[in-house]
């Protein structure tokens, strides 16, 4: 049990599950994208250590570009989002693989989705460590999931509880 701000978190996917989850998820991305150079998407903060990992995991030529995501924090999801390129990202005719930490309602990846379909990609795949299906108020399709999980607050390797825990290697869930 850890406790992190005024919370506490117990381990609910430990290291060795995630590797494994990764290793399945990149030996399948690799297969498809073996010969289309794709651009991998990480959405900031939170996708940063899973695509680091997936990234390593990922054998063919491919290009990596980060993206921000901000949203309407702490107040009542308007479902505007915002987004800005860590430099510039050329999207046209590109295979793009959105990476993402978690999938929560989906309103952020939806408003992605509606962004760079502006800038003519090939396609556009969506890779996400978790998934939390309960929740989930969009259609679009999930592509690559490492882990379904319950529709409860999570914590580590890349999310924050207000800013804190992202450096955790393991994910954390509210112990309530
Ligand atoms: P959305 O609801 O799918 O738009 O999720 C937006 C963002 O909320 C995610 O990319 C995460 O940064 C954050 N988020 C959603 N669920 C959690 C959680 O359980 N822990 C930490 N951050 C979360
Ligand atoms: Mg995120």
Redesign the pocket.
């Known amino acids: 049990m850890i406790q992190v701000r005024d919370k506490a978190f117990r381990v609910y996917i430990p290291k060795d599950e995630i590797s494994a989850a990764i290793e399945r998820v990149a030996g399948d991305l690799s297969k498809t994208y073996a010969n289309s150079d794709p651009l991998f998407l990480c ?1 900031l ?3 940063f250590m899973f695509c680091s990992d997936l990234m390593k995991a990922f054998t063919s030529p491919s290009e990596i570009g980060f993206i921000k ?1 901000a ?1 309407y924090e702490g107040m009542e ?1 308007t479902g505007k ?1 915002k987004f800005h390129e860590a430099g510039q990202l050329n999207y046209n005719n590109r295979d793009i693989i959105i990476v ?12 992605l989705y509606e962004y760079l379909g502006k800038h003519n990609p090939k396609s556009i795949k969506v890779c996400t460590l ?1 998934f ?1 299906k309960q ?4 259609s679009l399709p999930i592509d690559y999931v490492c882990f379904e ?1 319950e529709n ?4 580590g390797y890349g ?3 207000d800013g804190y825990g992202r450096n955790l290697p393991e994910v954390y869930i ?1 112990n309530d």
């Open positions: 959405v903060n939170g996708a995501a949203s999801s989002v993402e930490d978690i999938i929560d309602t989906g309103n952020t990846l939806k408003a978790l939390k929740a989930y108020q969009q999980t409860k607050f999570l914590l999310l924050d509880y509210l």
